[in-house]
């Protein structure tokens, strides 16, 4: 079946820096990729949606200039958290529904983002 | 805006005790169901879904969910569960193909010997 590969699956990153999050689609073309935030104890919230070639649409409460999407390829979709923050401490998983009009969704395996 | 409720956060169970794990979904319209598992430091894997026809459903790895749609549920079960289904799991729902799921909190299961 499809497979989204999503890097790296740990990261511990100082306060202030940036951070940066790949999902490959393996087998299929993801036109979109729906990124995702998952705090302890919490259910997944949607971030944001990005679409190849064309500027991400942000969930409201998030940041765009603090979650930077990038979806430059019909493979690739990446995530990068700037300026990180304890409080950006989270699990973020990203998902690509099936193409041809499928109704299957494919997940990455998720990054743990702790910053110290 | 659509909503998933799961009512419980944490289930403790022995070995071949039956699960039912509750999901309710706020949104009227056609919807697409989903049962996600978890494992500790895996992906997301599919265990059920449901678009149309046959209201009971049945997955992977013995577990089946009944869409009910005048109660707006669509609940998880499994007649005797073994250690191995310690995990945690979440129901999802969706509109159509080709938007994003909404996903309930997750409920987290423990299988005692």
């Known amino acids: 079946g499809a497979v989204v590969s999503q890097h790296p699956s740990w990261v511990i990153c100082k306060s202030g820096t940036s951070v940066k999050i790949e999902c490959r689609s393996l087998?299929?073309?993801?036109?979109?990729m729906f990124w995702y935030r998952q705090f302890p104890k919490q259910s997944l919230m949607l971030m944001a949606t990005s679409n190849e070639g064309s500027k991400a649409t942000y969930e409201q409460g998030v940041e765009k200039d603090k979650f930077l999407i990038n979806h430059a390829s019909l493979t690739l979709s990446t995530l990068t958290v700037t300026s990180a923050h304890p409080e950006d401490s989270s699990f973020y998983i990203c998902s690509a529904p099936a193409t041809g009009g499928g109704t299957e969704a494919f997940f990455g395996q998720g990054t743990r983002l702790t910053v110290v | 805006a659509q909503s998933v409720s799961q009512h419980n956060h944490h289930v403790i169970l022995s070995e071949a005790a039956s699960l039912e794990l509750g999901c309710n979904y706020s949104?009227?319209?056609?919807?697409?169901l989903f049962w996600y598992v978890q494992y500790p430091g895996q992906h997301l894997q599919l265990l059920l879904k449901y678009f149309s026809g046959d209201p009971l459903v049945k997955g992977i790895k013995g577990f089946e969910a009944e869409f009910i749609k005048s109660k707006f549920s669509f609940n998880l079960r499994k007649p005797s569960v073994q250690w191995s289904d310690t995990a945690e799991y979440f129901c999802a729902v969706r509109n159509s193909g080709n938007t994003p799921l909404v996903f309930g909190k997750g409920t987290r299961l423990s299988v005692i010997a």
């Open positions: 087998d299929f073309q993801a036109t979109t």
């Open positions: 949104y009227g319209g056609t919807v697409n």
